[in-house]
């Protein structure tokens, strides 16, 4: 007598589980031009890798005899795998039953993969398509009563809190995602969507149409309206760049809080020569430059990681490695609105800094800000109330930072370019100006009295912007030490990877003294 029966049985089942919703509805989806749950799992893992977690979950129908002859397995497929040789828990929505929905789903093992995720200290990566187990109006009659949000059963919210506190979160959007999934894609430290393919929505069209709005999956929530609203942080053309960014985005961060980022050998030379880099800033304050060549020179070849480019555009997010290890890296983008914080880009800095306090990411700094936006746009937006957030994110933070002033300092928000009650690194470059407020349209206002009794206003005016422009010189201010270097912009990559290397050693690990906010 053997256990081959109960093998068998196991191994049948397997398969069925392997066919999804069956095969018109992969041929559905491959036409659809995505892939299923389970081929997605397969390009994003490394070969071979992937130990699946509840294969067997689902209804299953039996004949009068007890012989299961039919098995609707559960609309979600998870367990861990591998990325790059690191460990990892990986969930993905299967859309081929009832779009994902809750009429096919198990909420105890949608929620499995979150808690195996903190209880293993590993990242998770979610692969979200539809509302993402998320109920839907059939759900009534299929459950045969109406679900009380929040209530006993309901997903565990407090779970993915816990997560962007404890281990890195990726969410992916791999087709239209609404409701639970979009909060799901939303909670997260780095979320992707793929153009044209994906959509991401509190509610889709037909509910919207219910107020009047008669839109477009992708007029309503396409990745041209959600990575400008900093719903989502990045759009791919295709899944399998999505798969890759994701990879590159976790080989920033440490498997949890309780572990530090990993250096990669980078054999990029510290001393690697910039060129006349300080020659990229004009000396025309009203002229723009490009910021991302200045970023591109100083981190090592290759490496920087760019975060929700098309979001609160006046700032630049993103992650970097100096000597090999990674930083957390912000630089001013003078191209919109010269550089000046707006609502949008002080909520990006909110979040950015967050993430870097949570996983111990020293924080580089490249600042060109004129201050705050400013005008009837930037009060409506309340401007200020996001900026004073901003500014607490920074002196909330508690990792090494180093701030390199590249033109422009002024005002509230030029003062907040790091941590001020504790030590920071700061440099400045020789193009570099700073004050309460830039010289341009505040002389007419200061010295009205002086302008109104010249002879020759134009005269005048020009005469006292060149005094003031000799005084605002950044070699007075390092003469009380109101600045601590002013550098030759070509020693700045050495300076920044001494400061990668100093940094290493000092960082602690385990939970931030306050959780990560999406």
Known sequence: MTWQPELDELERRRQLAAKLGGEDKIERQHKGGRLTVRERIDAL??????????????????????????????????????IAGRPVVVSGDDFTIRGGSADAAIAIKAQYPEEMAKGLRLPIVRLIEGSGGGG?????????????????????YHIWSENLATVPVVGLGLGSVAGLGAARLAATHYSIMVKELSAMFVAGPPVVSGVGEDLSKQELGGHGIQTKSGGVDDAVDTEAEAFERTRRFLSYLPNSVYDLPARIESGDDPDRPLGE???????????VYKMRAIVERLVDTDSFFEMSRMYGRSIITGFARLNGWPVALMASDPYFQAGAWTAAAC??????????????????????????????????????RQGVRAMSAINQST?????????????????????????SVRHAWVTARWGSLPLEGGIEAAYRADLDEAEDPAAKLEEIKE????????FRTAEPFWIEDIIDPARTRRLLCDFADLAAPVRETGPSSFGMRP
């Open 45 to 82: 893992l490394d070969p071979g890798t992937f130990e699946e977690v509840g294969a067997l979950a689902g209804v299953c129908r039996y004949d009068d005899d007890g012989n299961m002859v039919e098995q609707l397995p559960a609309n979600c497929v998870m367990g861990r795998g591998q």
């Open 136 to 156: 839907s109006v059939k759900t009534i009659e299929t459950k045969g009563r109406s679900n009380l949000p929040g209530g006993f059963g309901s997903p565990g």
């Open 277 to 287: 880099i300080a020659n990229l800033i004009p000396r025309d304050k009203r002229k």
């Open 347 to 384: 909520q990006k800095i909110i979040r950015f800094v967050d993430t870097a306090q949570t996983f111990h990411l020293p924080v580089v700094y490249l600042e060109d800000c004129p201050g705050f936006l400013v005008g009837l746009e930037a009060e409506k937006a309340g401007t200020i």
């Open 399 to 423: 990792m090494p930072w180093c701030t390199v002033i590249v033109r422009n300092a002024y005002g509230v928000a030029g003062a907040a370019h790091r941590p001020t009650h504790r030590y």
């Open 467 to 474: 005094r003031l422009q000799r005084l605002q010189s950044p």
